[in-house]
């Protein structure tokens, strides 16, 4: 079969299941078992999305970089002679070799191990051998993706045209800023892989409906587990609360899908812990130094979401950052991030093993159901069921998701 086949062959298959999706419903077995949909998946949609690859605490002098991987796709992320930031595709403009294949370190410039051409560290080609008197090197640089830098959140996509980020960030900044993002560094990651489809683990983090039978230690904290129990009085007294400590509660929730496919999904909440609990700990107390200008614990978490592919947890002394990175079709990383304060000093200010505690097992509980949730779609018995009303989430993860696998390129 030859390649026009193939492609007319994916086309009508996208298409059909396309036509087929009904609104409310979860998505049929082929868009997590077909292979054609998930190379489409990183062409369309992760191509075409702002991803967060890391936080500027990575990168504290020039020369400093990191990759971010994800599909067949590897980008450098590295800070120039000039203090930018920037992002290329780990690709060279020769035969299309790996440039750089360590996942993080400094580099005075990037040198290409098959032929030696040697690019600067803001991108440009500085030398190739033996290419003789009519070469321009100034064709030749590496290719650049889109950067934007969100209180020290590093955020990179590789469309030329990519979705409209601003006006997002544009309303959520004033509710962040309070945290001094800016002035975090990462305490801990922690990876947690899982044999699924990246939109599972996607899909699982977009609900609470599973919340309260499959996290019993997150159950016992996290009022949001069930709607009867964020109660009028118990968000009118964390409001108040909030705003004696600094903070705005002010719901951001922005589902900007229409036509028009440059827009994205922004949301922002703050939302009760139970009573005794002051933050995400196994005891409920304190467990690293307050973020930013906080003056105190409100007794409440922070919902952060910048695009479908973004999410963070802000509680008042720490911040979890989430990343479902797909790897191969039923391969996903997920990836868990734990932020502390810039100057919070390990075993003095806090305790990494009670900082990581909940979202570990947390994390363990969600590689297991995910991981059941594939082998269920996986039977050619399964069928797409409805949505409960706990599942908003997964609805607007479904309308940026098929806008795009649809879209011309």
């Not at 032929?115 to 640089?141: C, I, Q, V």
């Not at 980020?165 to 899982?194: D, S």
């Not at 990836?335 to 100057?343: P, S, T």
Request: glycine letters at 6%; aromatic letters at 12%.
């Amino acid at each position: 079969m030859n390649s026009e086949n193939v492609s007319l062959n994916t086309e009508i298959e996208i298409s059909n299941l396309f036509k087929d999706h009904a609104d409310g419903n979860c998505l049929s077995r082929s868009f997590y078992t077909s292979r054609a949909i998930y190379e489409r998946d990183i062409e369309r949609f992760w191509n075409a999305s702002w991803i967060w690859v890391g936080h500027t605490s990575q990168l504290p002098n020039a020369g400093d970089f990191f990759l971010f991987e994800y599909g067949n796709e590897s980008i450098i992320i590295v800070r120039d002679r000039d203090k930018e930031i920037n992002a290329f595709l780990n690709v060279c403009k020769h035969r299309g070799s790996r440039i750089c294949l360590e996942q993080n370190g400094n580099r005075r410039v990037f040198v290409c191990p098959y032929h030696a051409w040697t690019y600067e560290l803001n991108g440009d080609l500085r030398s190739a051998r033996e290419m003789g008197p009519n070469f321009n090197s100034g064709k030749f640089s590496l290719l650049k993706a889109n950067v934007r830098i969100f209180y020290g959140l590093i955020f990179v996509c590789t469309a030329n045209i990519p979705p409209n980020i601003e006006l997002g960030l544009g309303k959520l900044a004033p509710l962040v800023a309070p945290f001094q993002l800016e002035n975090l560094k990462i305490a801990h990651t922690a990876t947690y892989t899982v044999p699924a489809n990246w939109k599972l683990a996607v899909e699982n983090y977009m609900e609470c409906y599973h919340c309260g039978p499959s996290h019993k230690e997150y159950a016992k904290s996290h009022s949001i587990k069930d709607p009867e129990h964020l109660t009028k009085d118990l968000i009118n007294a964390l409001q108040e609360k909030s705003l004696g400590v600094g903070l705005k509660t002010e719901v951001i929730s922005l589902n900007t899908f229409s036509d028009d496919v440059s827009k994205m999904d922004f949301y922002h909440r703050r939302y009760p812990l139970f009573e005794g609990y002051l933050t995400g700990s196994r005891s409920g107390k304190p467990i690293a130094p307050l973020l930013g200008c906080l003056s105190g614990f409100d007794g409440g978490a922070t919902d952060l979401q910048v695009g479908i592919l973004n999410n963070f947890l802000i509680y008042s002394d720490y911040m979890v950052g989430y990343r479902f990175i797909p790897r191969e079709l039923q391969k996903t990383d997920m990836e868990i991030v734990w932020f502390v304060k810039a100057d919070a000093v390990e075993d003095k200010h806090y305790d990494k093993t009670e900082l990581t505690w909940l979202w570990d097992v947390t994390s363990q509980d969600d590689e297991r159901i995910i991981r059941l949730n594939q082998e269920g779609v996986n039977s050619y018995f399964y069928s797409p069921g409805p949505l409960s009303t706990m599942e908003w989430g997964i609805s607007a993860f479904y309308a940026d998701y098929l806008s795009k696998l649809v879209t011309d390129s």
